[in-house]
């Protein structure tokens, strides 16, 4: 079984703060993803990696940065937390197929 | 664009009915359409994948996709109280034979199947 696992199930953080979230897939899957989930707003891809080092711009990637140093560890970074930024986070990972596998999501709450 | 439409719900039957899901989508680049479950507080959970038109069978749950209308369903039969969650659909254009690129999903249906 596919496993991706998230740092963290809940965050509070302050206004400003440096926020990092945390994925792991034990796959060995090349393409890695992170998606935000709000009510009403559905998921929405945030950035993505296809290989250690490289990444690209999803939907919405204001705010966020993310790093891919090892191809199992995708990082989210949120440089300054803003309370917009209060949402479920989700990571996947994906094999060839495109079928992608989350994590369980991480809850931030940024006050 | 990548617009995906998926009715909200949210949707109750009885148990043992029939459940059809139903996605419509406006860019005819998608090759790749998925569907997922969710249940509260958790991440989704990959259901049923098919790639291009046609049918797909797995247990209780059938997948449709017709490219021509732009449109997929998602059924589920003998419906269940452990089926209640909140399903989405998803899809993608297929770079890389899929992998490569982000889904685009719908809004997802709350499905409730009462005992």
């Known amino acids: 079984d596919v496993k991706v696992t998230q740092s963290s199930r809940y965050l509070v953080k302050r206004t400003g703060e440096k926020v990092f979230l945390e994925c792991v897939q034990d796959?060995?899957?090349?393409?890695m993803f992170w998606y935000r989930q709000d009510p009403g707003l559905g998921l929405r891809l945030i950035y993505f990696s296809y290989d250690v080092k490289m990444k690209e711009k999803g939907d919405i990637p204001e705010g966020y940065s993310v790093s891919r140093e090892k191809k199992e560890r995708f990082s989210l970074i949120l440089e300054s937390a803003s309370t917009n930024q209060t949402s479920m986070y989700l990571c996947?990972?994906?094999?060839?197929?495109?079928?992608?596998?989350f994590g369980p999501g991480t809850r931030l709450l940024v006050l | 664009q990548k617009e995906v439409e998926q009715d909200p719900g949210p949707l109750s039957v009885p148990e043992g009915a029939i459940v059809s899901l139903n996605c419509t989508y406006s860019?005819?680049?998608?090759?790749?359409f998925m569907w997922y479950r969710q249940y509260s507080r958790k991440g989704p959970e990959l259901l049923m994948y098919t790639y291009s038109s046609g049918n797909k069978e797995d247990g209780r749950f059938t997948a449709q996709v017709d490219k021509s209308s732009k449109y997929i369903s998602l059924f589920i039969r003998d419906s269940q109280p452990s089926d209640s969650a909140t399903y989405l659909c998803a899809m993608t254009f297929g770079r890389g034979g899929g992998g490569a690129d982000g889904l685009t999903f719908g809004k997802g249906t709350h499905l409730i199947i009462q005992p």
């Open positions: 796959m060995d899957h090349e393409n």
């Open positions: 996947a990972s994906s094999g060839p197929r495109g079928t992608q596998y």
């Open positions: 860019n005819s680049a998608f090759q790749y």
